[in-house]
């Protein structure tokens, strides 16, 4: 079974630059979600759609952060304009159901990351 | 609010040995806990999860972790380190409406 998919695995930008990240969950997977890690910390919750309608999006900052997930696939994440705060990895994760259940159904299974760099 | 906390931002063990990571956490009612690894450019692999039917959790890799609640802990442990084992380990709760909040990682590195 494939798992989750991202691209581009490393993105260098300047700050006030617009960047787009692109997430590919596991097949059949309803719900994803995007996380950002800051170097030293633990994965933040930044958005959580449940097929295509939003779940969670209260730690977006959506003054320049947006997301979206067309047709309740692939998901894109953007930036716009970046930050040199933004310098993080950002995890893509799905599941099969939301999160949080005790059962194997709802385990989140994360993809390998993209790490941006903000200059 | 739910919360973690790992006591431990390093670990070092030698490799055979025992290892012990350490995670708090902080529920106001009864949590749902997990583990997760994350090896160096891969994504995040969850190790085990508390279930409520046993306070003793197995997981992958020979790991297991024992939830305690008089004493609002959840350490991971394994009895025999392994060099594969050197990764960075995440203790998690998760909040009412199935939100995983992690801690802050414990880095374990693995010594011959």
């Known amino acids: 079974e494939a798992g989750v998919a991202q691209s581009p695995r490393y993105k260098i930008i300047e700050k006030r630059q617009s960047v787009a990240f692109w997430c590919n969950p596991i097949s059949g997977h309803a719900t994803l979600y995007w996380y950002q890690q800051i170097l030293g910390q633990g994965p933040k919750l930044l958005i959580q759609?449940?097929?295509?309608?939003?779940?969670?999006d209260s730690q977006l900052p959506k003054d320049r952060f947006s997301a979206e997930r067309l047709k309740g696939v692939d998901s894109t994440l953007k930036i716009q304009p970046a930050k040199l705060e933004d310098s993080a990895v950002y995890l893509c994760?799905?599941?099969?159901?939301?999160?949080?259940?005790?059962?194997?159904?709802?385990?989140?299974?994360f993809g390998p990351g993209t790490r941006l760099t903000v200059l | 609010a739910q919360s973690v906390t790992q006591l431990d931002s390093h670990v070092s063990v030698s490799e055979g040995t025992p290892v012990l990571l350490r995670c708090n956490y902080s529920s106001s009612y009864s949590p749902s806990l997990f583990w997760y690894v994350q090896h160096p450019n891969k994504g995040l692999q969850l190790l085990l999860k508390?279930?409520?039917?046993?306070?003793l959790v197995k997981g992958i890799n020979g790991f297991e972790a024992e939830f305690k609640k008089s004493e609002t802990s959840f350490h991971l442990t394994k009895p025999s380190a392994h060099m594969s084992d050197a990764a960075e380990y995440f203790c998690?709760?998760?909040?009412?409406?199935?939100?995983?909040?992690f801690g802050q990682g414990t880095e374990l590195s693995v010594k011959p």
């Open positions: 998690v709760v998760s909040d009412q409406i199935g939100k995983l909040i």
């Open positions: 994760a799905s599941s099969l159901g939301t999160s949080g259940s005790l059962s194997s159904y709802n385990e989140q299974f």
């Open positions: 759609f449940q097929n295509n309608g939003v779940v969670d």
């Open positions: 508390y279930t409520s039917a046993a306070t």
